[in-house]
């Protein structure tokens, strides 16, 4: 993990997130001698989000929206 100074990062930003993006290596900013910040590259979102995994592979066939007739044995 690389670190620097506040002053060296913002000379240079853009050319460490293209270094960032390529090596997947984290950079750690410092102020004073402290971390204040990371400079980390952005995960896969395809592999962490769970939302959308399954659409469009239900098909509705059918009324899903009308009472049915039928009496279950729940409702007896």
Known sequence: MQQ????QFKAQCLKLM???Q???EEIVITKHG???AK???VENDSQTSILGYMKD???VTGDIVSP???VW???T
Do not use: F
């Open 73 to 75: 044995e729940a409702d």
């Open 34 to 36: 402290q971390p204040v």
């Open 57 to 59: 592979s239900v098909q």
């Open 18 to 20: 293209d270094q960032v």
């Open 39 to 41: 400079l980390v590259p």
């Open 4 to 7: 620097m100074g506040a002053g």
């Open 68 to 70: 049915v007739d039928e």
């Open 22 to 24: 390529q090596t997947h």
